[in-house]
Nanobody, 126 residues
Framework: QVQLVESGGGLVQAGGSLRLSCAAS????????MGWFRQAPGKEREFVAAINWSGGSTYYADSVKGRFTISRDNAKNTMYLQMNSLNPEDTAVYYC???????????????????WGQGTQVTVSS
């Protein structure tokens, strides 16, 4: 199995940027498709972005398309989420997730992922 640890969250003003990291340990990182989800207070955990094992395919929620960029560095066992033009609606705990796969697919529903990190808080002030 794989262990996931998020970092890079914090407090930022509206219009600002943050880069989240998800460090993986355990099994070979390139075996896994990865994703980012977020959960705001009182709301369901929602999909943000997904990336396939190689990084060659990505997919975004409409709410973040054009502002967020997901990427990965398999040599560093790390996935990233570059978040630009942040707004208060982006405030949430952000989670990274992993699923072992033998395909080049990405995945964008919670139930498709087997491993989760503990989350990192992102707060955007107006």
């Amino acid at each position: 199995q794989v262990q996931l640890v998020e970092s890079g969250g914090g407090l930022v003003q509206a219009g600002g940027s943050l880069r989240l990291s998800c460090a993986a340990s355990g099994r070979t990182f390139s075996r896994y498709a990865m994703g980012w989800f977020r959960q705001a207070p009182g709301k369901e955990r929602e999909f943000v972005a997904a990336i396939n094992w190689s990084g060659g395919s990505t997919y975004y929620a409409d709410s973040v398309k054009g502002r967020f960029t997901i990427s990965r560095d398999n040599a560093k066992n790390t996935m990233y989420l570059q978040m630009n033009s942040l707004n208060p609606e982006d405030t949430a705990v952000y989670y990274c997730a992993a699923v072992e796969t033998r395909t080049s697919d990405y995945y964008f529903t919670r139930r498709q992922y087997d491993y989760w990190g503990q989350g990192t808080q992102v707060t955007v002030s107006s």
